[in-house]
């Protein structure tokens, strides 16, 4: 019934990734520009809780630009972030509707209070 | 963290049944005001958990029930939400915070239960002086533009108090598939308080709608992220004849109190059944306008859906744009909490609300075969027009295993939630497929 606290400090990353532990970001290549750019208006959990392709992470960048005074990037710092956010923070996997999600299940060992 | 826990297997439930300060501690280095035990001192802790949250929102159950979920992950000053216990954290700057099903389950919504949704930064409460709060009515379509106190809408106008939902357009997002960009709500953006105020329809008809009238609309307080005072983190509004419905107000207080500060103290519009982001909190402007508001997140892609239905990820003009107006019909199952386990043999009482927009729900029904078969609830009738609706039924198993309950609304025009998830479209709003809650008999 215990859920193991090395599997909680150890969750989140079930890839391996790190997290940095300031920003909630991955650290992963491409952190430092985002860790410069993208918390300067909204925090980064408005990163961290989205899920996009490259051409959507741009058009939310050019979003951005075009209406919520975001600066422009130089193209090289641009790639960088656009491949961060691609690699790090993906689509999920694709259906038409998830199951019950694991932690609404029973049997789980340390459902919600 | 790891190296002082990290070799003994340790339960999250016993950390914290041990020591709870430890186990914050140990877990999030969080530390709580010592004084009110809430809080995060000096922001410790608050990254961390912040990051937890954020990753993945499943984290957010393993918060203490104490605890108050939130705070502006940057700022170097501690931060709290006061009367928020047990919701989930989406984003924190801006501030948007939504209710686990279960904890909806009050036929009026506390104020610590309802969710939180801000475009921009909300006013400094401790600064208003609600005794020196303004609402000016204007717009092109505004006979005689004048101003009034809080004092003299409350005097000169009859006060209404009524129940009435307001949901978040994209209540529902984050089932949505290619995902769309916006806060990954699940169910818990809706909320039924009862609000106090005066109908807007009063007012306006007092200060003269004009023969050209079209739309009402409202300016706030808040302001826009980046801190550009010319810009307005949103504006947005309603066409005249929703804004003069009887149930439509200019609401000063929720549930018997005062706006809360994160619920738009002093004043606010409710306009019940619509996206809640044209019930506008911190309002001190209505405009009566002669053409369609322009206003923030009115244009572009902001609260709209695709004119015409669409595939999956497609990409719509923001011409081929339509604004969203009443909400469909949706239904949660808020007694019990999914994922419990019942003994066989034994009914169980499950338990919920339903609402449709502006029309009302007529049958509510549930399944538990994964919608094979549906069993028609109980199903009272709203408090008054525009509340939701409380339901509830006694489900016999007929033997031990795995269940799901699912709730399936029918509004009074006969149109039912489905079972999968609606059309897609590109901001991800109107999710409302049906509830489901997993229950293991044994």
């Known amino acids: 019934m215990f859920l193991l606290l090395s599997w909680l400090l150890a969750a989140g990353a079930a890839t391996g990734q790190e997290i940095d532990e300031a920003t909630g970001l991955v650290r992963a290549p491409g952190f430092e520009h985002v860790r410069a750019h993208c918390g300067g208006c909204h925090s980064f959990r408005l990163v961290t809780q989205q899920r996009a392709d490259r051409q959507t992470w741009l058009d939310i960048i050019r979003w951005m630009q075009a209406t919520q005074n975001l600066w422009q990037f130089e193209p090289a710092v641009e790639d960088a972030i656009l491949d961060y956010l691609a690699t790090n923070y993906p689509p999920r996997a694709d259906r038409r509707r998830a199951p019950i999600p694991p932690w609404l299940m029973p049997g789980d060992p340390n459902p919600s209070p | 963290m790891k190296g002082e826990t990290g070799k003994r297997r340790v339960g999250i439930r016993a950390l914290y049944a041990a020591d709870p300060s430890r186990a914050d501690r140990l877990l999030w280095g969080r530390q709580a005001d010592p004084l009110t035990r809430r809080g995060f001192l000096r922001g410790a802790g608050l990254a961390a958990m912040s990051a937890a949250v954020g990753a993945s929102i499943p984290f957010a159950r393993f918060m203490p029930g104490g605890l ?39 036929p009026v919504t506390p104020a610590a239960r309802l969710f939180v949704r801000n475009n921009g930064i909300p006013p400094d409460a401790a600064a208003i002086d609600p005794d020196r709060w303004t609402l000016e009515i204007a717009g092109e379509s505004c006979v005689r533009p004048q101003t009034f106190t809080l004092a003299e809408l409350r005097s000169r106008f009859e006060p209404v108090t009524l129940k009435l939902q307001i949901e978040c357009a994209g209540n529902g997002r984050s089932e949505f598939y290619p995902a769309t960009s916006g806060n990954q709500w699940t169910t818990g953006a ?38 550009d005072a010319s810009k307005q983190p949103i504006s947005r509004g ?33 306009c019940a059944g619509w996206p809640a982001s044209v019930s506008g909190k911190w309002v001190h402007r209505v405009l009566v306008r002669d053409r369609v508001h322009d206003g923030e997140k009115m244009l572009g892609q902001s609260y709209r859906m695709p ?59 549930t399944s538990i075969d994964f919608g094979a078969t549906w069993q028609r609830a109980r199903l009272e009738r709203p408090a008054n027009r525009l509340a939701w609706q409380h339901w509830k039924q ?11 309950v699912w709730a399936r609304a029918e509004d009074s025009e006969g149109v039912s939630q489905p079972m999968v998830l609606p059309g897609w479209n590109p901001r991800g709003y109107l999710n409302n497929a049906c509830h489901r809650i997993a229950v293991q008999v044994a």
Request: with cysteine.
């Open chain 2, 190 to 227: 809706v909320g039924c308080p009862e609000w106090t105020g005066v109908r807007l329809r009063d007012v306006l008809e007092h200060c003269g709608i004009a023969d050209d009238a079209v739309y009402v609309a409202y300016e706030a307080r808040d302001r826009h992220l980046s801190g």
């Open chain 2, 394 to 404: 006694a489900i016999e198993f007929p033997q031990p295993g795995y269940y799901e």
């Open chain 2, 238 to 270: 309603v066409p005249l004849a929703k804004a003069m419905e009887a149930e439509s107000l200019l609401a000063f207080a929720m549930n018997g109190e005062p706006l809360p500060p994160l619920h738009g103290f002093p004043l606010r519009m409710v």
């Open chain 2, 68 to 106: 108050i979920p939130a705070a502006l992950a940057d700022t170097p000053e501690p931060f709290e939400i006061e009367g928020k216990e047990g919701l989930i954290v989406l984003n924190d700057r801006p501030l948007n915070l939504e209710t686990p099903a279960h904890l909806l389950d009050d």
């Open chain 2, 307 to 365: 004119c015409q239905p669409v595939a999956p990820g497609a990409e719509v003009a923001d011409e081929d744009m339509c604004i969203i107006g009443s909400m469909p019909v949706r239904s949660l199952v808020t007694y019990p909490k999914s994922g419990i386990t019942h003994p066989a043999g034994k009914a169980l009482e499950v338990r919920g609300h339903a609402w449709a927009g502006d029309r009302s729900v007529r049958r509510l029904y």
